[in-house]
Protein backbone atom coordinates (compact mmCIF):
# COMPACT_ATOMS: atom_id res chain seq x y z
CA UNK A 1 0.00 0.00 0.00
CA UNK A 2 1.14 3.65 -1.05
CA UNK A 3 -0.33 6.48 0.14
CA UNK A 4 0.67 9.88 -1.34
CA UNK A 5 -0.75 13.56 -0.95
CA UNK A 6 -0.07 15.15 -4.84
CA UNK A 7 0.35 18.60 -4.25
CA UNK A 8 -2.29 19.26 -1.84
CA UNK A 9 -3.73 23.02 -1.36
CA UNK A 10 -6.67 23.92 0.60
CA UNK A 11 -8.13 27.02 1.51
CA UNK A 12 -11.31 28.07 3.24
CA UNK A 13 -13.46 30.00 0.64
CA UNK A 14 -11.72 32.79 -0.89
CA UNK A 15 -9.31 33.14 1.85
CA UNK A 16 -5.51 32.36 1.23
CA UNK A 17 -4.55 28.64 1.36
CA UNK A 18 -4.11 27.12 4.71
CA UNK A 19 -1.89 24.12 2.93
CA UNK A 20 -0.37 24.75 -0.18
CA UNK A 21 1.72 22.10 -2.61
CA UNK A 22 2.03 19.32 0.21
CA UNK A 23 3.90 16.64 -0.92
CA UNK A 24 4.38 13.18 0.79
CA UNK A 25 4.04 9.50 0.04
CA UNK A 26 4.21 6.64 2.79
CA UNK A 27 4.62 3.21 2.51
CA UNK A 28 3.46 0.22 4.43
CA UNK A 29 5.22 -0.61 7.16
CA UNK A 30 6.07 3.16 7.62
CA UNK A 31 4.62 6.04 10.15
CA UNK A 32 4.36 9.78 9.18
CA UNK A 33 4.47 12.16 12.14
CA UNK A 34 3.41 15.67 10.71
CA UNK A 35 4.53 18.32 13.08
CA UNK A 36 4.62 22.77 12.91
CA UNK A 37 3.53 25.32 15.48
CA UNK A 38 -0.23 26.09 16.10
CA UNK A 39 -2.41 27.17 13.14
CA UNK A 40 -0.18 26.13 10.20
CA UNK A 41 -3.23 23.69 8.89
CA UNK A 42 -2.12 19.96 10.62
CA UNK A 43 -5.31 19.06 11.28
CA UNK A 44 -7.00 20.39 8.10
CA UNK A 45 -4.08 18.11 6.72
CA UNK A 46 -6.08 15.06 7.59
CA UNK A 47 -9.32 16.32 7.26
CA UNK A 48 -8.17 16.41 3.44
CA UNK A 49 -6.54 13.28 3.62
CA UNK A 50 -9.07 11.58 4.71
CA UNK A 51 -11.96 12.87 2.64
CA UNK A 52 -13.74 15.13 5.44
CA UNK A 53 -12.71 18.13 3.42
CA UNK A 54 -12.18 18.30 -0.39
CA UNK A 55 -8.71 19.27 -1.54
CA UNK A 56 -8.39 22.56 -3.53
CA UNK A 57 -6.55 21.12 -5.92
CA UNK A 58 -4.14 18.29 -5.54
CA UNK A 59 -5.20 15.07 -4.50
CA UNK A 60 -5.16 11.75 -2.03
CA UNK A 61 -3.84 8.77 -4.13
CA UNK A 62 -3.76 5.27 -2.45
CA UNK A 63 -2.14 2.82 -4.40
CA UNK A 64 -2.84 5.24 -7.39
CA UNK A 65 -6.28 5.52 -7.00
CA UNK A 66 -7.73 8.93 -6.41
CA UNK A 67 -9.60 8.46 -3.03
CA UNK A 68 -11.97 10.98 -4.13
CA UNK A 69 -13.30 8.58 -6.54
CA UNK A 70 -14.15 5.98 -4.11
CA UNK A 71 -17.56 5.85 -2.28
CA UNK A 72 -17.94 6.48 1.37
CA UNK A 73 -18.08 2.71 2.24
CA UNK A 74 -14.86 1.86 0.34
CA UNK A 75 -12.97 5.39 1.19
CA UNK A 76 -13.81 4.27 5.16
CA UNK A 77 -12.40 0.52 4.75
CA UNK A 78 -9.46 1.51 3.86
CA UNK A 79 -8.85 4.79 6.02
CA UNK A 80 -9.26 4.87 9.61
CA UNK A 81 -9.61 8.18 11.78
CA UNK A 82 -8.49 8.45 15.21
CA UNK A 83 -9.55 11.86 16.93
CA UNK A 84 -8.31 13.58 20.14
CA UNK A 85 -10.17 11.59 22.97
CA UNK A 86 -11.74 15.13 23.65
CA UNK A 87 -13.50 15.25 20.62
CA UNK A 88 -15.42 12.21 20.61
CA UNK A 89 -18.75 12.55 22.09
CA UNK A 90 -20.93 9.50 22.70
CA UNK A 91 -19.45 8.27 26.35
CA UNK A 92 -22.81 6.86 27.78
CA UNK A 93 -21.75 3.56 25.63
CA UNK A 94 -19.81 0.57 27.05
CA UNK A 95 -16.01 0.27 25.42
CA UNK A 96 -17.13 -2.81 23.73
CA UNK A 97 -20.18 -0.81 22.17
CA UNK A 98 -18.05 1.65 21.02
CA UNK A 99 -14.83 -0.59 19.56
CA UNK A 100 -17.64 -2.36 17.83
CA UNK A 101 -19.20 0.92 16.10
CA UNK A 102 -15.51 0.89 13.96
CA UNK A 103 -17.06 -2.08 12.00
CA UNK A 104 -20.12 -0.11 10.31
CA UNK A 105 -18.34 0.64 7.13
CA UNK A 106 -18.18 -3.36 6.29
CA UNK A 107 -21.90 -3.23 7.22
CA UNK A 108 -24.75 -2.84 4.85
CA UNK A 109 -27.31 0.08 5.17
CA UNK A 110 -29.22 -0.37 8.75
CA UNK A 111 -27.58 -3.87 9.21
CA UNK A 112 -26.76 -4.17 12.60
CA UNK A 113 -23.43 -5.39 14.10
CA UNK A 114 -23.15 -9.62 13.75
CA UNK A 115 -22.07 -11.94 16.34
CA UNK A 116 -18.80 -12.11 14.09
CA UNK A 117 -18.39 -8.31 14.21
CA UNK A 118 -18.53 -8.45 18.25
CA UNK A 119 -16.24 -10.95 18.73
CA UNK A 120 -13.54 -9.31 16.04
CA UNK A 121 -14.24 -6.25 18.53
CA UNK A 122 -13.79 -7.82 22.07
CA UNK A 123 -10.77 -9.60 20.01
CA UNK A 124 -9.25 -6.58 19.19
CA UNK A 125 -9.53 -5.15 22.43
CA UNK A 126 -7.61 -7.89 23.77
CA UNK A 127 -4.83 -8.02 21.38
CA UNK A 128 -3.89 -4.47 22.58
CA UNK A 129 -4.17 -5.21 26.41
CA UNK A 130 -7.70 -3.48 26.98
CA UNK A 131 -10.23 -6.16 27.16
CA UNK A 132 -10.96 -5.13 30.66
CA UNK A 133 -12.45 -2.27 29.15
CA UNK A 134 -15.29 -3.63 27.82
CA UNK A 135 -18.09 -2.99 30.06
CA UNK A 136 -17.70 -0.03 31.24
CA UNK A 137 -19.05 3.27 30.03
CA UNK A 138 -16.57 5.49 27.98
CA UNK A 139 -17.27 8.48 30.37
CA UNK A 140 -16.10 6.35 33.38
CA UNK A 141 -12.31 5.67 31.13
CA UNK A 142 -9.52 7.72 31.93
CA UNK A 143 -8.16 9.81 29.19
CA UNK A 144 -5.45 7.04 28.35
CA UNK A 145 -8.32 4.12 28.58
CA UNK A 146 -10.48 6.01 26.18
CA UNK A 147 -7.38 6.88 23.73
CA UNK A 148 -6.67 3.05 23.42
CA UNK A 149 -10.88 2.56 22.71
CA UNK A 150 -10.56 4.78 20.14
CA UNK A 151 -7.40 3.05 18.58
CA UNK A 152 -9.26 0.07 19.21
CA UNK A 153 -12.55 1.03 17.15
CA UNK A 154 -10.26 2.30 14.28
CA UNK A 155 -8.42 -0.87 13.70
CA UNK A 156 -11.63 -3.17 14.47
CA UNK A 157 -12.71 -1.70 10.94
CA UNK A 158 -9.47 -3.48 9.41
CA UNK A 159 -8.16 -0.46 8.06
CA UNK A 160 -4.79 -0.34 5.93
CA UNK A 161 -4.73 3.18 6.45
CA UNK A 162 -4.51 4.88 10.05
CA UNK A 163 -4.83 8.43 10.73
CA UNK A 164 -4.68 10.29 14.32
CA UNK A 165 -4.62 13.60 15.60
CA UNK A 166 -2.22 13.91 18.13
CA UNK A 167 -2.89 10.61 19.97
CA UNK A 168 -0.80 11.34 22.65
CA UNK A 169 -1.94 14.82 23.99
CA UNK A 170 -3.10 15.23 27.39
CA UNK A 171 -1.67 11.60 28.23
CA UNK A 172 0.71 11.46 31.21
CA UNK A 173 3.92 9.65 30.44
CA UNK A 174 3.02 6.40 30.78
CA UNK A 175 -0.17 6.48 28.77
CA UNK A 176 1.66 8.35 26.45
CA UNK A 177 4.29 5.43 26.14
CA UNK A 178 1.53 3.06 25.83
CA UNK A 179 0.26 4.96 23.16
CA UNK A 180 3.46 4.90 21.08
CA UNK A 181 4.41 1.35 21.49
CA UNK A 182 1.63 0.18 20.18
CA UNK A 183 1.83 2.88 17.24
CA UNK A 184 5.16 1.59 16.48
CA UNK A 185 3.82 -2.36 16.44
CA UNK A 186 0.97 -1.44 14.38
CA UNK A 187 3.57 0.50 11.74
CA UNK A 188 6.75 -2.11 12.03
CA UNK A 189 5.01 -5.61 13.11
CA UNK A 190 2.18 -5.19 11.17
CA UNK A 191 2.66 -2.95 8.38
CA UNK A 192 0.06 -0.38 8.09
CA UNK A 193 0.29 3.27 6.93
CA UNK A 194 0.02 5.26 9.58
CA UNK A 195 0.02 9.37 9.94
CA UNK A 196 -0.10 11.47 13.31
CA UNK A 197 -0.50 14.97 13.97
CA UNK A 198 1.67 15.56 17.33
CA UNK A 199 3.18 18.27 19.18
CA UNK A 200 5.95 16.54 20.36
CA UNK A 201 8.68 16.60 18.45
CA UNK A 202 10.93 14.07 20.66
CA UNK A 203 7.34 10.94 20.04
CA UNK A 204 8.09 12.08 16.07
CA UNK A 205 11.55 10.65 16.64
CA UNK A 206 11.05 8.05 18.99
CA UNK A 207 8.60 6.58 16.22
CA UNK A 208 8.59 8.24 13.32
CA UNK A 209 10.27 6.94 9.87
CA UNK A 210 9.13 10.08 8.04
CA UNK A 211 8.02 13.83 9.07
CA UNK A 212 6.27 16.39 7.78
CA UNK A 213 7.09 20.15 8.69
CA UNK A 214 4.45 22.41 8.19
CA UNK A 215 5.54 26.18 8.68
CA UNK A 216 4.18 29.87 8.23
CA UNK A 217 5.58 31.12 5.36
CA UNK A 218 8.13 28.73 3.84
CA UNK A 219 6.98 25.81 2.19
CA UNK A 220 6.55 21.92 3.75
CA UNK A 221 9.65 19.90 4.45
CA UNK A 222 9.28 16.25 3.97
CA UNK A 223 11.51 13.51 4.34
CA UNK A 224 12.82 10.47 6.94
CA UNK A 225 12.47 12.11 10.43
CA UNK A 226 16.23 12.45 10.53
CA UNK A 227 16.46 14.56 7.74
CA UNK A 228 13.38 16.55 8.39
CA UNK A 229 13.43 17.14 12.66
CA UNK A 230 16.77 18.85 12.65
CA UNK A 231 17.58 21.44 15.76
CA UNK A 232 17.97 24.22 12.82
CA UNK A 233 14.37 23.11 10.95
CA UNK A 234 12.41 22.92 14.40
CA UNK A 235 13.51 26.62 15.41
CA UNK A 236 12.67 27.86 12.11
CA UNK A 237 9.29 26.41 11.82
CA UNK A 238 8.38 27.02 15.68
CA UNK A 239 10.74 29.97 16.24
CA UNK A 240 13.03 28.87 19.23
CA UNK A 241 16.44 28.03 19.69
CA UNK A 242 16.65 24.07 20.05
CA UNK A 243 18.95 21.08 20.64
CA UNK A 244 18.69 18.06 20.08
CA UNK A 245 19.86 15.61 22.90
CA UNK A 246 21.15 11.88 22.65
CA UNK A 247 21.30 10.07 25.59
CA UNK A 248 21.87 6.19 25.23
CA UNK A 249 20.19 3.87 27.75
CA UNK A 250 20.24 0.13 27.50
CA UNK A 251 22.04 0.14 24.28
CA UNK A 252 19.61 2.36 22.68
CA UNK A 253 20.08 5.80 21.36
CA UNK A 254 17.41 7.96 22.92
CA UNK A 255 16.54 11.51 21.33
CA UNK A 256 15.25 14.23 22.96
CA UNK A 257 14.28 17.95 21.44
CA UNK A 258 14.42 20.27 24.10
CA UNK A 259 13.66 24.16 23.75
CA UNK A 260 15.73 26.90 24.97
CA UNK A 261 14.62 30.53 24.32
CA UNK A 262 12.22 31.87 21.70
CA UNK A 263 13.93 33.60 19.23
Avoid at 57 to 85: C, H, I, K, M, Y
Avoid at 167 to 173: A, K
Avoid at 221 to 244: H, K, M, S, Y
Wanted: proline content about 5%; glycine content about 10%; some cysteine.
Amino acid sequence: MTLHVESGTFGYGRRAPVLDGVEFEVESGRLLAVLGPNGVGKMTLLRCLVGLLPWRSGRTLLDGVDASTLTQRERWSRFAFVPQARSAVTLALSGLDMVTIGRAAHLGPFAQPSKADVALAEETMKRIGIAHLGGVPCGDMSGGQFQMVLIARALVGEPTVLVLDEPETGLDFRNQLIVLDLLDELVHRDGLVVVMNTHYPSHALRVADDALLLSRGAPPVWGTAAEVLTAERLGAAFGVRVEIVRQEFDGIVHESVLPLEVT
